[in-house]
């Protein structure tokens, strides 16, 4: 089935000569949840405004479900639902009636059942009357969530949906973007938090300097560049590694009590099994024995740092 | 086209004015009685008639007219501007509206607003002098024109303000002087000469005397002219808007 977002070979310069977009090419399968990560002033917000109309491109084409965004901007904008970084609504409008006036503006028929489950399942029923100035900041972020899905939306972009968000609410977006996938919605988000993007998303694709310098599958990725730790508490602090573990690259830690070896799942590292003897043969002795992956935060940092 | 975006922004415009309602409507009248009473009772008991129309009277299709400039800029400038302000747009700019629909929605908005505020003042000065409509159909037609056209210079202006001092600095500097020196309180036929050359140049003058002709049947310039203008005027708004969209002007870059 073709991608449900395509973009292909799109710029953006802007008029101060910024240049926020080189090149970006792009897919987005249909019903994945795909994560857009990368750092402050990377071109994730230009990339998402481009998409959605609110930004002109400099060159470069854009088609949602085969619609192209600019001839066919009707078609293509009625698909998607944009929940914006910033908390922007009117302030003196009430919850009921922005987003009414949200699904009006996209065309849809009244439907009030629908606009109440939405506001039910966002924990805003209560709230439908109260004008969004007295709402607090989750709230406010669960109103722009609503206006988006208000029109029942194909293609959800979330863009940093989570960021001055306490625990309890980015759990409870976390379960409802779910839902929404269930129920075939495709959802693209940007986050700084990289955890975020480790449980929710399918694919990932990293951004830098306006250019795409990576898209996979997120299990993919976290196997070829993710790394392994093992870390050995010893029984007697060493005063320094043994010779005869050398080409280990062991690290022993300032006290002397700890050793660290750090292995890839792709390396030519020799495997954990072989260190154990060694460790034996050369008489250290440890009392426990731990092993974690490298996250996500952690791979997505090397890869910027190998940036030129 | 998207029909129901251009309802639900209409709407959205109006509830704002009924909001408002203090502000939108209720100032209008009060400042439209002092004029009556200061420029009305106080200078008009010194002039007692203008082309055989009683001071009094003679001033209402001027007030009207200021107040509908005014508050046709006021209206859709703030319309769109606002939400440029606190970046609300983005819904607008990302939905599957076309420019023509933005336009009709946010000008309809603000004419409506001003239409009704323009039959308010015509009410209010009923209770002040007994007034007389010779062309109602022209009234009419005069009063949606400028309301229309004054509202799309609005939403220009709206636009291109980037701040809030850029937004009152047109309406402030440009357009309360020329509705002042338009014939609102005036003949033009009662400045001396070269005074009345110049005043040809202000547009205002040819809605203020149009208006003007359609209560009494008398005008400054003829009546055709006056529809000339107005027409040519709003012909220039709507090059100007149809640019703004075409280019993106300050919306999409």
Redesign the interface.
Request: hydrophobic residues 35%; proline residues 6%.
């Given at each position: 089935m073709p991608s449900i977002l395509s973009i292909s070979g799109v710029s953006k310069t802007?008029?101060t000569g910024f240049t926020a977009l080189k090149q970006v090419n792009l897919d987005i399968e249909r019903g994945e949840i795909f994560a857009l990560l990368g750092p402050n002033g990377a071109g994730k917000t230009t990339l998402i405004?481009i998409v959605?109309?609110?930004?002109?491109r400099s060159s470069g084409t854009v088609t949602v479900d085969g619609h192209d965004i600019n001839k066919d901007?009707?078609?293509?904008?009625?698909l998607?639902g944009?929940v914006?970084q910033?908390l922007?609504?009117?302030?003196?409008?009430s919850v009921w009636?922005t987003v009414?006036?949200?699904?009006?503006?996209?065309?849809?028929?009244a439907n009030p059942a629908f606009v109440e489950k939405v506001l039910r399942d966002l924990s805003l029923w209560d709230k439908k009357d109260a004008k969004a100035i007295t709402l607090s900041g989750g709230m406010k972020r669960r109103l722009m969530i609503a206006?988006a899905l208000s029109h029942e939306p194909r293609i959800l972009f979330l863009d940093e949906p989570t960021a001055g968000v306490d625990v309890e609410l980015r759990q409870d977006m976390w379960e409802m973007v779910r839902r929404l996938r269930e129920d075939g919605v495709t959802i693209i988000l940007t986050t700084h938090y990289i955890e975020e993007a480790e449980a929710m998303a399918d694919r990932v694709g990293v951004i830098n300097r306006g250019e795409i310098i990576l898209v996979e599958d997120k299990a993919e990725l976290m196997r070829k560049l993710g790394r392994k730790q093992m870390t050995m508490e010893l029984r007697a602090p060493l005063a320094r590694v043994p010779d005869g573990l050398s080409r280990y690259a062991l690290e022993l830690s300032g006290d002397g009590n700890q050793l660290t070896y750090t292995y890839d799942n792709q390396s030519d590292r020799p495997g954990v099994a072989s260190l154990i003897r060694d460790l034996e043969a050369a008489g250290v002795q440890f009392r426990d024995l731990d092993t974690k992956n490298s996250s996500l935060e952690e791979i997505f940092v090397n890869l910027l740092r190998q940036e030129p | 086209m998207n029909l129901r975006a251009v309802w639900a922004i209409y709407r959205v415009e109006m509830a704002r004015a009924f909001r408002t309602v203090l502000q939108s409507i209720i100032s209008p009248v009060i400042s439209t009685s002092l004029y009556f009473v200061v420029f009305g009772s106080a200078i008009g008991s010194r002039i007692t008639e203008i082309d055989g129309i009683s001071y009094g009277a003679f001033i209402v299709p001027g007030l009207i007219m200021l107040s509908l400039l005014t508050q046709s800029i006021s209206n859709a400038s703030f319309a769109i501007y606002f939400p440029k302000f606190v970046g609300s747009i983005y819904e607008l700019l990302s939905a599957p509206v076309s420019y023509l629909e933005i336009v009709i929605a946010y000008v309809g908005g603000a004419a409506t607003k001003s239409i009704i505020l323009g039959l308010i003042i015509l009410a209010t000065a009923s209770l002040f002098v007994p007034l007389h409509i010779e062309h109602p159909f022209w009234m009419l037609s005069f009063l949606v024109l400028t309301a229309v056209t004054f509202s799309l210079f609005g939403f220009i202006i709206g636009i291109w303000a980037k701040s809030f001092e850029q937004l009152q600095l047109v309406p402030l500097l440009i357009i309360t002087p020329l509705t002042f020196l338009g014939g609102s309180f005036y003949s033009i036929h009662m400045l001396p000469g070269i005074w009345k050359t110049i005043t040809l140049f202000n547009p205002v003058v040819y809605l203020i005397s149009g208006f003007r002709w359609s209560f009494y049947g008398k005008a400054d310039v003829s009546v055709g002219v006056s529809l000339g203008m107005t027409l040519v005027f709003l012909g220039v708004c709507i090059a100007i808007v149809a640019w703004i969209f075409k280019t993106g002007y300050r919306l999409r870059n």
């Open positions: 802007y008029a405004s959605c109309g609110i930004v002109n901007y009707r078609a293509a904008r009625s998607i944009l914006p910033e922007t609504i009117d302030a003196f409008e009636a009414n006036y949200s699904r009006g503006l996209f065309g849809k028929p206006k | -």
